[in-house]
Every structure is written in C-alpha cells, then in structure tokens.
C-alpha cells in the first residue's frame, strides 16, 4: 500500500482542491472512505490580523461543521504575540499546539491536507512536524518554502516530547 501523503497548500489552492474533489461538510457527513483516508487542517488569521492589518475580512474555514478529521485553528503568522497600533495579533498558543497535536495523533495514517493563507509558513510547520515525527508513516515532504513557522514547531514538538517523555524535564 502506498504511504499516506501530506499536502501543504494555500487557501485558495486548498478551496479549490476541495471542490475539485467534492470535499464538503456534507461528503464528510456521508463518505466513510473520505474519513478514512484524509484529514484536514485549517489555520487562518485571527479577526483582527484579517481585518485591520492584512485586510481579508472575506477569509474562512472550508469546513463550517465539526469533523472527526477537520480542525479549524486561528492564529497568526507570528513566534508571539503583537500589539500593533491596538490591535492584538496572536501567535499558536500552548492551548492550540495541543489540540492540533492531539488531532494529527488521531489521524496518523491518513493522507493530511494542510492549508494557511499563503501556504508557506503556518501549514508548512505543521508538514514539517509530521514529516519528522512520524517517518514511519510519511515518505518525502516537498515543501516550496525554507522557513516553516519556528513557533508553531516548537510548540507541537514540545507536545510530542511531553507525550512520549523524550526529556526527564520538558520544561
């Protein structure tokens, strides 16, 4: 049997590849075979980055309902948290970084599809992290892009690491 894959796309490459294969709440309602085999990530900006700083207020999540293989997270592009001229812009936080590791850790196996706004940083880490903590699972990652969102890594490693008791101490 061939390895699971992992995707990482752009929203719009991710929008139109879902409805290209007819991946809709409804299809994931009723195709067993799509829950079996995929699983998807969605990461957008949070509101106020939408809005006031990179001004794609029309942004949202393809999956409106919840899913066993659907996540939806909002932070952005960042290592930490900013205030810029009042308006709070949000890194991955500790919260995040555990649901979404507990969510690749249910979907192991399944080939991941895995979007951000452009398709180079957030969702990038995310592939990268399942890459390199699941070999056994996942062959080659072809990523477009060097520099995978450092934050978003650490933070689900240090899930991973808590996880499996890598380190005595992992703090």
């Known amino acids: 049997m061939e390895k699971p894959t992992i995707l990482v796309l752009s929203q719009p490459r991710f929008d139109s590849f879902c409805k290209e294969h007819n991946f809709t709440d409804e299809s994931l309602n009723n195709d067993k075979e799509i829950n079996k085999n995929y699983a998807f990530i969605s990461i957008i900006g949070t509101p106020d ?8 207020s ?39 970084a555990k649901e979404l ?6 979907n192991i196996g399944k080939t991941f599809i895995i979007q951000c706004r452009a398709g180079k ?19 080659k990652l072809d990523l477009h892009w060097p520099t995978p969102n450092h934050c978003v890594y650490r933070l689900l ?15």
């Open 49 to 56: 980055c939408l809005k006031y700083y990179l001004d794609e």
């Open 58 to 96: 029309d942004t949202e999540h393809w999956f409106k309902e919840k899913h066993d293989n659907v996540i939806n997270l909002e932070f952005d592009d960042l290592d930490f948290d900013i205030d810029f001229e009042g308006h709070l812009f949000k890194a991955m936080n500790e919260e995040q």
């Open 101 to 106: 590791f507990e969510f690749i850790e249910n």
């Open 121 to 139: 940083s957030r969702s990038a880490a995310v592939g990268q992290f399942i890459k390199d903590f699941y070999p056994d699972v996942y062959g």
């Open 157 to 171: 490693s240090r899930q991973y690491y808590r996880k499996y008791k890598i380190f005595e101490n992992n703090e």
